[in-house]
C-alpha cells in the first residue's frame, strides 16, 4: 500500500511541477509580449507607434497579403482589398486566404474601411491609395486607424531609397515583425530568403550583366520599372541589368523608342493571372516595328513573370531563381 501512494504521489508531483513550468513559462512569454510595446516603426520617414498589435488589420494587395501570411498572422486581418479586381485568384493564394474576406475587389473607399472598424492598415501608394485621395494615412488617423504604407511606394512622397534594392522587402518584413509582436519570425524568414538567394549560381564578373526590359502593359507607350521599382532589385539580384535603371521614378511609361535603343536580351512579361494577358504582350512584340529587331525578341527570350512575383513580397525569392537561371542560358548559351 506504502509502494502505491508513493507512486501516486511521485505522479502527482510531476504533474503539478510540469503545470507550474507551463504557467510560468506562459507568464514569461506575455510578459515578454507585452515588454515589445509600445513600439515605433518608420512609414516613409515618418515615426509611427503601436501600444499593441494591431487586432483588426487590412491588407491591401497581393503582394502585401503574402507578406501577411507568411508571418501567420491570418488571426489578426479582418479584411482584404485590392485583388479580385485586378488578378485571378490562384487556388493556392485562396487557401492562404481561409475565411478572410475581400472588402473590395479593387481600391476600398474610406467608407468600406470604416464600415468593419479596423485599427491597421497596409497599403502603398499606387497600392490602395492614391496620392491626395479619400484613402490616406492622414485621412484614416482621424477615426483612429494606423497605417504602414509599402516602402516601394514612399518614392510618391519623395522619401525613395537611392536605388531599389532586396531591402524594400526584408525592411517591410521587419517592419511588420514588430508591429504584430512576432519579430523573431520576421527575423527567421529574413534569414532564410538570404541564405536562399546566396545559393543560387551567379554569373561571373567575366561577364557583362544581360539587359532585361521589364514589359508590364501599354502599346502606345510601354508601362515598365524605373530604378526605385521592385523588378530593378530582382534583376540585379539575379545578376542582369534593368535598362530603364536610368528612369528616375518607380512605375511608369517610357517609349518604344528608347526600350528598342536599349537593345534588351531579355523581357519579362507581367502576368496578372487574367488569361492570355503575357501571349498578347509577346505577340505585339513580335510585331511592333522596333521592337522585333531586338535581340530579345529575334532570340524569343521572354520570361513570364506574376505580378506578386514582381512586386514586393515574399515571391520576390522565386522570381530571382527564375530570372537567374534564364540569364545564365543567355550568357553562356
Not at 514589359?215 to 502606345?220: H, L
Not at 512584340?285 to 514586393?312: G, I, W
Request: include cysteine; hydrophobic fraction near 40%.
Amino acid at each position: 500500500m506504502k509502494i502505491l501512494i508513493d507512486y501516486l504521489l511521485s505522479i502527482i508531483c510531476v504533474v503539478v511541477l510540469r503545470l507550474l513550468a507551463f504557467f510560468l513559462g506562459f507568464g514569461i512569454l506575455m510578459s515578454a509580449q507585452a515588454s515589445e510595446f509600445p513600439v515605433t516603426v518608420q512609414s516613409c520617414g515618418k515615426p509611427l507607434t503601436f501600444t499593441q498589435a494591431p487586432k483588426r488589420a487590412i491588407i491591401n494587395d497581393l503582394n502585401m497579403s503574402e507578406m501577411i501570411f507568411a508571418l501567420n498572422l491570418n488571426s489578426r486581418i479582418i479584411g482584404l482589398t485590392g485583388i479580385s479586381g485586378w488578378y485571378k485568384m490562384t487556388p493556392e493564394f485562396r487557401k492562404k486566404m481561409g475565411t478572410i474576406p475581400e472588402l473590395s475587389p479593387k481600391y476600398p473607399s474610406l467608407e468600406t474601411l470604416l464600415a468593419v472598424n479596423p485599427d491597421f492598415f497596409f497599403a502603398g501608394w499606387n497600392y490602395g491609395m492614391k496620392i491626395g485621395g479619400e484613402v490616406t494615412p492622414d485621412t484614416l488617423a482621424k477615426y483612429g486607424i494606423k497605417t504602414l504604407v509599402l516602402s516601394e511606394s514612399c518614392v510618391f512622397e519623395n522619401h525613395a531609397y537611392q536605388h531599389a534594392s532586396m531591402d524594400l522587402l526584408y525592411n517591410d518584413i521587419l517592419t511588420l515583425g514588430k508591429i504584430f509582436g512576432c519579430e523573431e519570425k520576421a527575423q527567421i524568414l529574413v534569414k532564410q530568403w538570404k541564405e536562399k538567394l546566396a545559393s543560387i549560381p551567379k554569373l561571373s564578373s567575366s561577364h557583362n550583366p544581360p539587359k532585361v526590359f521589364v514589359y508590364d502593359s501599354g502599346e502606345d507607350k510601354p508601362f515598365t520599372s524605373g530604378v526605385y521599382a521592385m523588378p530593378t532589385a530582382i534583376i540585379e539580384a539575379a545578376g542582369g541589368r534593368n535598362v530603364m535603371d536610368n528612369m528616375m521614378s518607380s512605375w511608369s511609361s517610357t517609349s518604344w523608342e528608347i526600350v528598342s535603343a536599349a537593345n534588351p536580351d531579355v523581357i519579362i512579361l507581367l502576368d496578372y493571372q487574367k488569361g492570355n494577358d503575357s501571349m498578347m504582350l509577346q505577340h505585339f512584340l513580335e510585331k511592333h516595328p522596333l521592337m522585333k529587331y531586338t535581340t530579345a525578341v529575334k532570340k524569343q527570350q521572354y520570361l513570364k513573370l506574376k505580378y506578386s512575383e514582381l512586386t514586393p513580397g515574399p515571391e520576390n525569392i522565386s522570381a530571382i531563381e527564375k530570372l537567374s537561371r534564364t540569364l545564365y542560358k543567355v550568357a553562356t548559351p
